[in-house]
């Protein structure tokens, strides 16, 4: 290794950890609510095998819209370029889950990481495949090379006992005609996929290929073609952070997702992929630990995609 | 050179001129409307000094909001990061030339390649230069190693005469109190460094040093910090294309910018730094050609930041 | 009477009849599309139990927007001023089913004629009464006299299979704590009310009190407080046209309520009522033939609030 | 008189200037932010020719937005219907600054009493009069019988010093289209109009026509054609009071239009105007004590246009 990752990880995580642990816990999804704020992982994985994890990186939490790169890559390996018609690929200036985006576009998300472009997305599913659970919860096994990743239905049936404003967005769409099936369907399908439960070591395995061109780093086998591989990091990298998306890669410089469980997980192209997890979030939804640590480690390390 | 990048570029360059030459040159600026639209240049250049030019690459073109690139750069460089104060740094889902975002955000900018941020970038270079006029001529002389870079006075006032958006955004950010000189002052000194005319030739040597870590490689003196630059670059991905900038990001993959004019200068960092310039845009405002010219290069060479 | 009201009703009725007949009849309520675009009808009604009629006045149509007075005075009669801290009063700058207005607002509507509006309504009716559908045909039974008044429950079927805009609006401002109720429940009490069927007379009549200081003209017995009613007539004028009630003051100058059914009704307080009917619909969604019968009518009676 | 209008002036000013008197002063006019706030001034004056005053009625303050009514009269006289090509009657949803609609609406203001709608109608005055400062202060005087009616030119400047976003919507519109003079002209013709200064007396005078079917009710003469006037009444019904039109129709129920002075002037058609000045604003920008004062005399004498 050119840096030090190892022990550039292992200075910051104990800086941060003595240091101030700021933002909140959402509670608007009542089984994440109770989450110990403390808990904090870090997982590192390069395409030298080389790995290292620091505090709670083996422990299972709620991966939420980090599972929206996932479900994006089933539909856009089976649809190919098409998709595009039925979600874009800029970045969104309003919050996450606004409206008002949709009416100016008549019912086009502005792309596949915003809440409104995901529920096209497990639209989409519904149409192309006869159980998209399993397609789903398949093809994360595969790339995490771990069976035991399984949805957490009492958070998924939590979040769907309180989203009217997804299903708000989702009947929005239908009725600009960009929702085909039963909107009850497409949010049963989005909770499902949101309530993922994966480490940070897993999430790291599970988008190594994301790094290494598209390809299985383990054999070689093709997941995704590289073209779209590169596809799929630069919307990482414009839309991965909701509103703060431009703040994420001017600081931190990498394309990566989080999500409202307090998980990130960002790559540095034909090198690394890295995955950090604190539950408390910061004003804009991202968690306030991993932000920090993932600006100090590529500070530290002098590498970014810029 | 790992690409054969000579060839690639004569390559694509020749299917490009015998193909459609579809989109507008824009009637707004006088000067700039009779412009041929068979004009078509590009021009290459590593850190290993190796350089390509093709068509009319030795032709000067008016880079209009390529010149935002320079204005940010030379207040970066003095200000430092109190410059985000006044400017954001997340992409803007608005049209470039929207008021209705500076209304919700009270006055701040988005971010420094919208219209209304680049306002305010002139605004700031009337507070902390004597003669900003001067100055920016010096930098952008002194960054492309060319004496006879200039204003064309008949451009600015050309677009200063119908410049009546510019006003209004000027005026309603002064109301908010982000503008602190005299709206004419700002608007003045804005049109005169969107009239900055420049070669493809002269661009690419002019951002190299972004391409190389903030270093002028010539000498390795420090232009920018490297954590300065990095920044740079990444606004250029998130922000430098309007609202097609993740369509850019997307189809090319790496951190550029465009402007009205019809050119386009993007980089590789630590590699290349590439201008194309082709005088018709397409509807979002970006060169049509030296979109579909750099789709192809980065996909013909295999190489981009993701 | 001062005005002949009758020969001034048959002379632009007749003026109307033999001109052209512009607009659409919308097609998103499949049972209400095939309607004939000839149907046309007057009820005039005033405080001195003059009535006439012309055209097609006794033939039974679909109310749909004009029932929002309807609930909206039951609501009130029951809840008082609190209703206001549900729905304000104020004229809707946008189309009449647009989200953006309710994302700055925080879910209170603008007003209870906008659907949104009509939805908190319908929330607070399933609240208050036991029987909501009951207590609405009850009460427009009454104030009509006429007791074969009916939900047309195939069109409200019709409106409830299309109806995804409603429902995004309903989630939404339930999202926002606006709405009480289950969703569907709302939607189903909403499109039951919006079937009801009418004639012109019924419809005069039943509104008649509202020119009458909120007193049953028939025996004096107050169905509504007369500063109640003030009111209804001014939130009927301001906002009973959705994006045309500006219009609609300027040209006719009374209170009224219009429907896509292609119904209008308006009164001159302490003077009468009167309600137009003809399908075809302006790109504001007011019938064509209504809007330009009653801007006739003020005109030539000389007679309007202002 | 039907009503003891005086008495009932009389016990309502009583009861108002002995409770509260919330709000604030605007602070943005430098040359109205002194005024002491106890002023508080009544000046009543019907058909019959009853007249009568209570306080400050006989003191003069700065009319403001009032003055757009009278600018809008002088246009509509000299330019017909074809003056709603340029700006609409619809009230709008926005604040009474929002450039938000203005883009949405291509640059046609919603209606003249929005600052946008009076810079249109300013706009008007200078392409169809020689000299319109003269023109507006000729009307005022004679229609307020009244020679020592003034712009206050201090306070025109005041105003100027700090209107930058009134020039931001001129601009705004003049890049529409939708302005043909320079826009420090419009501005300048815009402010000094704002500027007059009248009495409550005077004010009850120059608008007691409107409630006169447009005739002056000295002589008889025809001043406004009676559809004119009744269109005017309705736009000031509609939009008079920025975004609390709604809210005032509703508890007062006539038509009126208010000033940033704290002055507002309603008018009972066919009966009786009325002047109320008070300089605390609410949060709406609307006199505290007039709002107040005008609901109580429309509930206490039982009468509006309702």
């Not at 999430?203 to 590289?226: D, H, M, Q, V, Y």
């Amino acid at each position: 290794m050119k840096n030090n990752y190892q022990q550039i990880i292992s200075s910051i995580y104990s800086e941060i950890v003595s240091g101030e642990n700021l933002g909140e816990i959402p509670n608007y999804i009542s089984e994440l609510a109770n989450i110990s704020d403390h808990k904090f992982g870090v997982a590192f994985l390069d395409l030298n095998n080389n790995s290292f994890g620091k505090g709670d990186f083996q422990e299972k939490f709620s991966i939420q819209s980090i599972s929206k790169v996932f479900s994006l890559i089933l539909v856009y390996k089976n649809l190919g370029e098409k998709l595009w018609k039925r979600v874009d690929v800029e970045p969104s200036g309003n919050a996450f889950n606004s409206l008002v985006q949709l009416e100016a576009d008549n019912g086009i998300p502005r792309n596949p990481f915003i809440n409104a472009g995901a529920l096209v997305i497990c639209d989409i599913m519904l149409e192309i495949f006869e159980n998209p659970k399993n397609e789903m919860l398949n093809f994360i096994r595969e790339i995490s090379q771990h069976e035991n990743i399984n949805f957490n239905t009492k958070v998924a049936s939590s979040e769907e006992k309180n989203g009217f404003r997804n299903a708000a967005m989702c009947n929005y769409m239908k009725s600009f005609g960009n929702i085909k099936n039963k909107p009850e369907d497409v949010l049963d399908l989005y909770y499902h996929i949101c309530s993922i439960e994966m480490t940070c070591e897993n999430l790291s395995k599970s988008c190594l290929f994301l790094a290494n061109g598209g390809k299985n780093p383990k054999n070689n086998e093709t997941i995704l073609s590289s073209s779209k591989t590169k596809r799929i990091n630069a919307i990482m990298l414009t839309c991965g952070f909701y509103d703060e998306s431009g703040e994420f890669s001017f600081r931190v410089g990498l394309p990566g997702k989080s999500g409202v469980g307090g998980g990130i997980v960002a790559l540095f192209p034909y090198h690394y992929c890295i995955t950090v997890w604190s539950p408390k979030l910061n004003l804009k939804g991202n968690s306030f630990r991993g932000m920090k640590f993932l600006e100090e480690f590529t500070t530290q390390t002098g590498e970014s995609i810029f």
